[in-house]
Structures are given as structure tokens and as C-alpha cells.
């Protein structure tokens, strides 16, 4: 005989409770050192860099004091090419999603050696912010530069760029705005630019794979694996 809407019973006899089915992760959180530099930079520049996670649209003009296109950049590893990128491009507003704490400090390091005003930072898990604090049609572009391929055929499915949050991508991007992804593994780069060139909402800006734009610089571990004959696939997309 089976308890109230098929529930497992405990030893009272009661319906044991029951628990959501937890989402797909499409990242890991792993203990990392922390430098003394990144260390300092999250007590003294975290308060004021760092946006607590809300629950609401951010009203990025207050944030930033200023009206310019805003880019989101999801999963910025130790933050370089964000900074390069902020530096080029002074006239635009960045916002960072990591989850990963010494990214964050180092990235924290970066904003306070180079004076960056125009980077901010949230910690936390992106498809949240993307569900909440990022409001519909108010982003100039993503970017998405070397997610975790997750290698194995069984955690293919934990890989960020799947169609679900590729069309909650483009619902994010104002018309004509960018989705510009990077990966070093040509698998994933061949599911990316399936998943992407399935989205209606999105166009390919190339014929199939993009040359790297100017704007993204070349990391040092790209350059090297470059010299060893190692692929680098960049995608962009735009906002129709």
C-alpha cells in the first residue's frame, strides 16, 4: 500500500519528505590558495567591487554612476583577459561571474593595481544571475572564454553551453548584442556552435567559426598551445 502521493513512508509511518531534484552544475567549487595579495584585495576592494547577490534587476547606471553597455563575462577564471579587456575598452561597464574565490581576489588585485572603475564582480552561481539580477534586452554582449569542457562523454551534460541557457543568453543581450564564446576543445566547440546556430533569437556572425576578435587577448597559455599546433575556436553570435 502505498502513502499519500506515492511517498517513501519513514518508520512512523508519515510520508518522508520530499526534495527537489538539485540542477545540473556546470561547475565545481575547489579549494584554491589564496596569495596574500589576492588575500587583501577581498577585505579592502571586495566591499565596494564585489555586488552581494540579489534577487532583483541590478540598476546598473547606480552601480557603475554611469549610463554605458554593460557585458557580462561568465566564468573569468584569474581574471586577466577581463582586465586586459576593461583597460581597451574604458567606455564600456563590465560585470564578472565567478564562483571561484581566488579568481576573485586576483581579479580584486588587478581592478586595484590598474584603477579599474568600470568592472564589477558577483560571486555566484551565473544562471542565477542571469535569471535574476540581469533584466531582459539590457546586455551589449556575453562572454564565455574557455568553460570547463568537462572531457568525459558522462559530464557532457554538466557543460555550460547547453540550449536552455543559451536561450536565456539571448533573452539577457539588447538587439544587435553580442554572444562570444572561446574553448580549446574542438568537441565542445563542435556542440557550441550546434547549440548556439539552434537558437533563433541568435545569428552567426561568421560561417561557422569566427576569428578571434581583436578585443580578446591572447592568454599565455592560448599562445602556447598554439605553438604546440593545439586548436582555439571562438563563436560569436549576435542578437537578432
Known amino acids: 500500500m502505498h502513502t499519500p502521493e506515492d511517498q517513501p513512508a519513514d518508520q512512523d509511518g508519515a510520508p518522508a519528505p520530499t526534495h527537489p531534484r538539485r540542477a545540473i552544475r556546470s561547475f565545481v567549487l575547489r579549494a584554491g590558495r ?29 552601480v557603475f554612476g554611469r549610463s554605458a553597455p554593460v557585458v557580462l563575462e561568465i566564468g573569468f577564471g584569474m581574471g586577466a583577459a577581463t582586465a586586459d579587456i576593461a583597460v581597451a575598452r ?32 558577483v560571486q555566484h552561481d551565473a544562471v542565477q544571475v542571469l535569471q535574476q539580477m540581469i533584466a531582459p ?77 581583436g578585443y580578446r587577448p591572447l592568454t599565455k597559455f592560448e599562445a602556447r598551445g598554439i605553438k604546440l599546433g593545439h586548436g582555439v575556436w571562438d563563436l560569436v553570435f549576435r542578437r537578432r
Open 34 to 62: 589564496m596569495g596574500t595579495g589576492q588575500v587583501r584585495a577581498l577585505a579592502e576592494l571586495g566591499p565596494r567591487f564585489v555586488l552581494p547577490y540579489q534577487d532583483k534587476p541590478l540598476d546598473t547606471a547606480a
Open 90 to 121: 574604458a567606455d564600456t561597464d563590465f560585470i564578472g561571474c565567478e564562483v571561484h574565490e581566488p579568481g576573485v581576489g586576483a581579479l580584486l588585485k588587478r581592478i586595484g593595481e590598474q584603477q579599474l572603475g568600470n568592472i564589477r564582480i
Open 137 to 213: 534586452a539590457s546586455l551589449a554582449a556575453v562572454h564565455i572564454f574557455f568553460p570547463d569542457p568537462w572531457h568525459k562523454k558522462k559530464h557532457n551534460k554538466r557543460r555550460l553551453i547547453q540550449p536552455t541557457l543559451v536561450n536565456l543568453l539571448a533573452s539577457r543581450l539588447a538587439v544587435g548584442g553580442v554572444l562570444h564564446c572561446a574553448t580549446d576543445w574542438q568537441p565542445y566547440a563542435e556542440q557550441m556552435l550546434e547549440v548556439l546556430s539552434a537558437e533563433p533569437a541568435l545569428v552567426n556572425t561568421a560561417e561557422g567559426y569566427a576569428p578571434r576578435p
